[in-house]
């Protein structure tokens, strides 16, 4: 079965730390999603990447393909920064496009 | 910016009842989407699609169905509500092939049916 795996479950942190939130997966993607959700419900798509390195401000998501193993980072953390943090990929089946299949989220706490 | 808006935020429902969950999407998107998710699971998509009339069953099609007359407006409708549809419904758009792009996704809808 397809599945990807967030860890931590949830993450206490203190303004000012570097956050990392780690994402997994078990096979053959085409594209891999951070988002993020915060109390309340919205959701917001940080980055989407196929390989290598993006960053948007304070936001660094990196992903390894060989090791089927993506990174997002938080520079400098913020209380602002407190919401779930959502993984998602889009896997390969033989060539054709699959839906998206996503992690149960990572809910970071930035105390100040 | 793109927009993405849901009729309401918090909905209550008796069981049996038929719902109405509506979506609607200001930048001319191909693609609309309804996921619901729960605690613990994530999200998990319930049905998209791809052009006016078309649909596609996601993971979990049971107990739902769609309606796309407009481009920029997607319905996920249960026909006959029952209490472990008690969820949050997201709604989300996107251009280009399905999942291929960055989807947008609308404040949500929390349904609860008593």
């Known amino acids: 079965k397809n599945e990807v795996e967030q860890s931590p479950q949830n993450l206490t942190a203190q303004e000012g730390e570097f956050i990392t939130i780690n994402c997994s997966y078990s096979?053959?993607?085409?594209?891999l999603h951070w988002l993020q959700q915060h109390p309340g419900g919205g959701i917001v798509s940080l980055f989407m990447?196929?390989?290598g390195k993006k960053k948007h401000g304070r936001l660094i998501a990196t992903i390894n393909i060989q090791e089927k193993h993506s990174s997002l980072h938080i520079t400098a953390s913020h209380p602002r920064d407190s919401a779930v943090y959502i993984c998602?990929?889009?896997?390969?089946?033989?060539?054709?496009?699959?839906?998206?299949?996503f992690g149960k989220g990572t809910k970071l706490s930035v105390k100040p | 910016d793109v927009k993405v808006t849901q009729s309401s935020r918090y909905l209550v429902k008796r069981t049996g009842e038929k719902v109405f969950l509506e979506c609607v999407q200001d930048?001319?998107?191909?693609?609309m989407f309804w996921y619901r998710q729960d605690p613990g699971l994530g999200l998990r998509l319930i049905y998209f699609?791809?052009?006016?009339?078309?649909?596609e069953k996601g993971d979990i099609p049971e107990g739902y169905s769609v309606s796309r007359e407009k481009k920029e407006r997607f319905s996920l409708i249960l026909e006959s509500a029952s209490t472990n549809q008690t969820s949050m419904y997201l709604c989300?758009?996107?251009?280009?092939?399905?999942?291929?792009?960055?989807?947008?996704f609308g404040p949500g809808t929390r349904l609860t049916v008593l």
């Open positions: 699609s791809y052009d006016v009339k078309m649909k």
């Open positions: 998602a990929v889009r896997y390969n089946y033989g060539g054709s496009q699959g839906n998206l299949i």
């Open positions: 990447l196929s390989s």
């Open positions: 096979v053959g993607i085409s594209a």
């Open positions: 930048m001319d998107h191909e693609n």
């Open positions: 989300a758009s996107s251009s280009g092939l399905p999942f291929t792009d960055t989807q947008y």
